[in-house]
């Protein structure tokens, strides 16, 4: 694998509104989603708790987590249409001792995806709700579309050793680094600019403008890349999978 210059950066990504603190009993998405609800919590193991755990961290929205529960905590962004989605299917497939986050979306499904699967499906007032009651651990908009990571699901991994992968964007990544500084922010990055192009047109999901949102969006992301902790280039996606499942530290 070509790994762009694996550049160790000390950047810190500025806050953003995060989701509040609350974590309320009831999971179940908004209405909008087809079925299955958010992931269910299970109590937390406190035994996989490294005995060093330090004092709770306060973000800027109140919320408290422990930073060394962070450790464990993968974060994988970069432009839209990278490959971001075929990474983290692989590694679903290769290697299943990786918990990977599934987000919910306002977001319409594409052909083949699956509620629960890709994504939880919620309409406007269902994400509004998951934002009020604090069950998003960050959340962002997206090309026109809010994109969040169920908190509790994420905290309870943690608790527990568990390698997690969350594959989110830069506004995500940048409240990730605010809230769970120990966090490990790795940044996909495409070939060059124009083989990204080709890929965001050549996927055929999107119309012409949401092609160009998403763009747009890479630029903003592109020009971020030295906030993250270190650059994969994503020339093979096999390669990719086993950096970033080495650098998890996952046997
Ligand atoms: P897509 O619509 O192509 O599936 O995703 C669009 C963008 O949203 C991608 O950059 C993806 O990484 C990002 N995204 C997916 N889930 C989340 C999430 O939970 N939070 C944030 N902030 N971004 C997400």
Redesign the pocket.
Known sequence: MRTADARLTDGRGGSTAAAGSGLPEDGAPGTGSTGAGLPGGEPADAGTIPPDSGAPMTAPDGSRTHGPLARRLTVL????GVG??TVVAEIRRSHPRVWL?V???T?APRPGETHGV??FFVDDAGFDRLVAEGELL???E??G?R???PRKPVEERLARGEPVL????L???R?VRQTMPQAQLVFLAPPSWDELVRRLTGRGTEPPEVIERRLDAARVELAAEKEFDLTLVNTSVRDVCSELVTLMAVQ
């Open positions: 962004s970069g432009p839209s971001k989605s986050s987000s919910v979306t977001r890709q994504y960050e959340w962002a997206f090309a579309n994109y969040g990571t969350l594959e989110i964007d506004q995500g990544a409240q």
